[in-house]
């Protein structure tokens, strides 16, 4: 596609329920990032995967967040049991080929928590 | 570790006014530097960057220069529109590690 689309825009979950957030990055992008957004606040890495693999993933914040990419195209953020913490936007971003190349994202997944 | 601090907002400014927006880093290593902008409903944009020492990005009429002795990014902008009304996001990355790290955001707004 023509930019980075994230699915829903939109998501109030209550607290305890199971959310999937879901990106589509540019077609042919190699490398596809997560990062998480709090209200206020500068975005942090979450995760990065090159194709299929998941590089690094020292920035999901508990064992209640998870990510895939099993073909090498859309991902998938699933957040378990949701906490009121994890409220936030959360921005898929991909790229051509890691930092080096200039990095987009998308316009983000609003989660609220209540 | 690496860390990214920006000047604290909001920021506001009439139309055609001269723009400082400070940053300033620490790194393990030698990062790449970033300013990216978020419009209203829109997504982040990546504004400009600097790979090495004494580097200037440059992009819309926005510049910065990579300063190593000060460990600064700060940018600029000679004449601002009511259209550059935005956030803005001073980033790095370190060679080898595959993310950004961002400041706070500043948000700016131009007053007509």
């Known amino acids: 596609g023509a930019g980075v689309s994230q699915s829903p825009r939109y998501k109030v979950a209550k607290r305890g329920q199971d959310v999937a957030l879901r990106c589509d990055p540019i077609?042919?992008?190699?490398?596809l990032f997560w990062y998480q957004q709090a209200l206020g606040q500068g975005p942090e890495f979450l995760t990065y995967?090159?194709?299929?693999?998941?590089?690094?993933k020292s920035g999901l914040p508990s064992d209640r967040f998870f990510a895939e990419r099993p073909e090498g195209s859309v991902s998938t953020l699933k957040i378990q049991r949701t906490q009121q913490e994890d409220s936030a936007v959360y921005l898929c971003?991909?790229?051509?080929?890691?930092?080096?190349?200039?990095?987009?994202f998308g316009e983000g997944s609003w989660l609220t928590v209540v | 570790g690496n860390s990214v601090t920006q000047m604290e907002g909001p920021v506001t400014l009439s139309e055609e006014a001269f723009l400082t927006i400070n940053c300033t880093y620490t790194?393990?290593?030698?990062?790449?530097l970033f300013w990216y902008v978020q419009y209203p409903g829109e997504g982040l944009q990546l504004l400009l960057k600097?790979?090495?020492?004494?580097d200037k990005g440059s992009n819309k009429g926005f510049e910065a220069t990579y300063r190593k002795e000060t460990t600064s990014f700060h940018l600029e902008k000679g004449s601002v529109q009511v259209s550059d009304s935005a956030v803005y996001f001073c980033?790095?990355?370190?060679?080898?590690?595959?993310?950004?790290?961002f400041g706070q955001g500043t948000r700016l707004t131009i007053n007509p």
């Open positions: 600097a790979t090495k020492a004494d």
């Open positions: 995967f090159q194709n299929e693999a998941q590089l690094d």
């Open positions: 980033a790095l990355s370190v060679m080898g590690a595959q993310k950004l790290v």
């Open positions: 077609s042919g992008h190699v490398s």
């Open positions: 971003a991909s790229s051509s080929r890691g930092v080096g190349n200039t990095i987009y």
């Open positions: 790194a393990t290593g030698y990062p790449s």
